[in-house]
Every structure is written in structure tokens, then in C-alpha cells.
């Protein structure tokens, strides 16, 4: 799968070894964003690159799309398929190159291959404080609100990373 976005062209292709280097790198990424988005550099702890062997271990190659640019990877989509439950995750594009429709057409070879395995729905689980993520996924369609996770934190208040942000179902909720 081939396009040409902007100035180099971007290929959408299956995961491979070789990936994998970039790959955990593009986990780390992720982690940084929640990093600066909970202003809490320790999120994920030391080496948060490994949650993508993780990850892999999980679904396996057949169910991770990278987008290559210019030979490096600049993104990266997962599906996990469990009984009849779709999700993507994870989403990932490098920040040089966000905004030119790369996460678009990831999340598009990750709903053909839902799609192709008989899979009725697909669901994404963004972080409530994501709000950037959150406007995103819903301009891609992901306009139904299934289950909702609530919690309580245990820790002392000073520990607590929460802030008041969201309604829903006429409560206000931290996130
Ligand atoms: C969410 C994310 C994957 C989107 O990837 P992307 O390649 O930038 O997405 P696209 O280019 O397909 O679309 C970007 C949209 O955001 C807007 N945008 C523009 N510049 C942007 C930028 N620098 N960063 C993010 N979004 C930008 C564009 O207007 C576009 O909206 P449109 O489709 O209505 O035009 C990417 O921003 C990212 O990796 N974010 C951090 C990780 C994250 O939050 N992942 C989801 C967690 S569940």
C-alpha cells in the first residue's frame, strides 16, 4: 500500500522483525506523550520501549502495521482480536510526522483486517485526559460510547495526578 503524502511517499505494510528497534521506540513516544500529558515523568516505568515485546507477544506480527517513510518507521497500529472483541491499539505516529494522514490510513489497514476476520465492531480505549486522541478517534468514527471504566484512587490526595475535566451522565469526573 503505497500514497504519496506530502513530499515522500508512505508505505503501510506488516510488521517484521527487523521493525522492532523503531517499534519500541514508537511505544517510548507514546509513553512521553502520557508522560506530558499527566505531568508524570516515572509513567511507564524505566524502559517503556519494552511494552511493545510485550505487546507482540500478545497479538503477534500478523497483527501490527507499521508506515514507513523514506525507509524508517514513523508509525505503528495494532489490532487485538479476543472471542468477538476488536481493538486497535496501539496508534502511533512520530511527532516530525503527524498531521499527514498517516494514523488515517493505519487505522484503515487495521479496520480491513477486523473487517476481514469477521469482526462487527472495533473499539479504541484512549485515556480520558487524551482529548486530542479522543477528537481524533471520533472523526474517524468511533462515535459510540460503549462501556465506561470508572475508578477509585487509594493513594493519599497529594499523590493523586487526577483533574477535574469530564460529564457524563450529569456527574463531573477527573481524569
Ligand atoms: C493520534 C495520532 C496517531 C494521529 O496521527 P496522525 O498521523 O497525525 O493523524 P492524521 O494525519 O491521520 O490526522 C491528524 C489529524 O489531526 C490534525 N493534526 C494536524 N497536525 C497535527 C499534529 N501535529 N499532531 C496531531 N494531529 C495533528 C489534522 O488536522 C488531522 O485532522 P483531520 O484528519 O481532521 O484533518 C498521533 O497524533 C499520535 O501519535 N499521537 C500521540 C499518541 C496517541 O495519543 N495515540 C492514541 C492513543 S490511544
Request: with cysteine; charged share 25%.
Amino acid at each position: 500500500m503505497n500514497a504519496n503524502s506530502g513530499d515522500a511517499t508512505v508505505t503501510i505494510r506488516g510488521y517484521q522483525p527487523p521493525d522492532l528497534e523503531a517499534c519500541r521506540g514508537l511505544w517510548a513516544e507514546l509513553t512521553e506523550w502520557h508522560r506530558s500529558i499527566y505531568q508524570s515523568p516515572s509513567l511507564g516505568g524505566p524502559d517503556p520501549g519494552r511494552h511493545f515485546d510485550r505487546h507482540l507477544e500478545r497479538v503477534g506480527p500478523r497483527h501490527l502495521w507499521v508506515a514507513e517513510v523514506g525507509g524508517q518507521v514513523v508509525g505503528l497500529a495494532g489490532l487485538i482480536v479476543e472471542e468477538e472483541e476488536a481493538e486497535l491499539e496501539p496508534l502511533i505516529v512520530s511527532p516530525a510526522n503527524r498531521g499527514r494522514g498517516i494514523g488515517r490510513r493505519l487505522v484503515q489497514a487495521v479496520f480491513e483486517a477486523a473487517r476481514a476476520k469477521g469482526m462487527g465492531q472495533i473499539s479504541v480505549r484512549p485515556v480520558a485526559r487524551n482529548d486530542r486522541a479522543i477528537r481524533y478517534f471520533h472523526s474517524l468514527g468511533f462515535d459510540v460510547l460503549g462501556r465506561v471504566e470508572m475508578f477509585t484512587d487509594l493513594a493519599p490526595p497529594e499523590r493523586q495526578i487526577w483533574k477535574p475535566g469530564e460529564q457524563l451522565a450529569g456527574r463531573g469526573f477527573r481524569v
